[in-house]
């Protein structure tokens, strides 16, 4: 009972925080006089000044360039610091300089927002590169997704794009910053550490001495939580005490994981002059949650099937691999949560799920659209919609409109190609890796292809968990995953504002009474189906070989 009251807190919490949150953050990104200006603008000034910073409208092109090299230039500069990192101050552990090919993939992980990790959190970094170079890619990267996707919604509604550097500054200032601050501040008064004394050295009862890692742990994890990064600062991540000591910060967690997600359907209902088109989207998206959900805590209460079929009682479901204190509900509410939103972390090993609990977390990865990360997976959501308003129109014979804009043969080619590159990213990569590499795999059989496929699932799709099946820190994962982290961030979003930059110039149509209306439940429905259609259709014999027919191997 207990166990039930907390996951409809968790859920009753984040969607009483979603409406006001997305309604501030239309009102932090509008370059028109707002009430909140005076609050911020007495430190965006100076950044602008100092930067050089220019208030002046982009055209997309410039955009996606601004956004693209902005973001390769802080992986080179993050790469060599991992690079030297031994030589560098704040390092009272002595942690040495990183492999090239784990500090490649490590750069591109976090600026990518993947966090994707190849090396154990506590002992792969010095604290001056947790801080100044993991800490600050995780407030970059969000800020620089959230940028691209509110400049996206402008561009559907006719208005200028923006510029790509007051809208990360805006991230960073007006949204970010603000509940990074105040959720670090509960997780340190909750007892997460935050210090920079080295690791502390303790004798225990048996008269032998241990190491305990401890650290800058509570800022650290506010901005991973909150920017939807992910990345432990140990090993275990969240299952970690220091990480995550008790019910309330996995609690909090779980919240801050959903805050943005869920409340940019909202922002966008407020910024195209239609809340209830925001509401339908936040709808059919909470629906596919709920499923998702229901799903995962049914297999993993259930236990796991081979256990079942040789007699074994499992109490409560299957704790292989789930954190004691929190149990199997938790931490499958945790697995859908932190993939539904393209986190990352992890309270539980997803590699212990049963076969149905990690094919959820897989398919919220190669969907994308169940809420989506931060900005990047709303533009996903917003190209399934395109998409849907694209096939309503083929089906009744009209040229198909979105928002008072013409969809024609340019944006639909450019969609197309958006939407084919990350299952290239995801399915080719995997096959090449089962043929070569087969000896780094743990697990022969089908869970093994599943441990494969979540591997590249969770870089393209920015999401950096793991099944943990894998000898992952070799030159071909780390560089592997490095160009597929790389390409899947950075491919399907300069395509997607390209397509703002088309629609953005445009006229805008009068709504007739032939106009399919994309304010209604139809077109939740429209949308929840070709979601399933055209998404998850694409990743089926890939989810049949591996999490589907391993299930039904066990249940014989």
Known sequence: MLTVISICVTLAVVLLLARPAGLYIASAFRYEPTRIDPWFKWIERPLYAVSGIKETNQTWKQYAASFVISNTVM???VYLIFRIQAHLPLNPSGVAGMEPTLAFNTSISFM????LQHYSGESGLSYLSQMIAIVFMMFTAPASAFAVAIAFIRGLTGKPLGNFFVDVVRSITRVLLPVAIVSAILFIAAGVPQTLKATAAVTTLEGGVQEIARGPVGSFLSIKQV?????????VNSAHPFENPNGF???????????FPVSLPFAYGKMVGNKKQGRVLFVSMAIMFLVLMGVSLGAET???PAMEAVGVQQEGGSMEGKEARFGVALSSLYSVVTTASETGAVNTMHDTLTPLGGLVTLANMMLNTVFGGMGAGFLNVLMYALIAVF??????????EFLGKKLEGKEIKLIAISLLIQPLLILAPTALALFT???TISNPGYHGLSQVLYE???SAANNGSGFEGLGDATPFWNISTGIVMYLGRYLSIVLLLAVAGSLAVKKSIPVSSGTFRTDTYLFAAVFVGTVLIVGALTYLPAMVLGPIVEHLTLSR
């Open 75 to 77: 992986i080179v500069l």
């Open 249 to 259: 910060t996995n609690l909090l967690q779980m919240v801050l994981m959903l805050l």
């Open 456 to 458: 590249y699932t969770s």
């Open 391 to 400: 096939l309503s129109g083929l089906m009744v014979g009209r040229t198909p």
């Open 302 to 304: 259930n236990g796991n």
């Open 112 to 115: 990518t927002n993947t966090n």
């Open 437 to 439: 590499n087969a000896d």
């Open 227 to 235: 920017g939807n990064n992910g990345g432990g600062f140990f090993g």
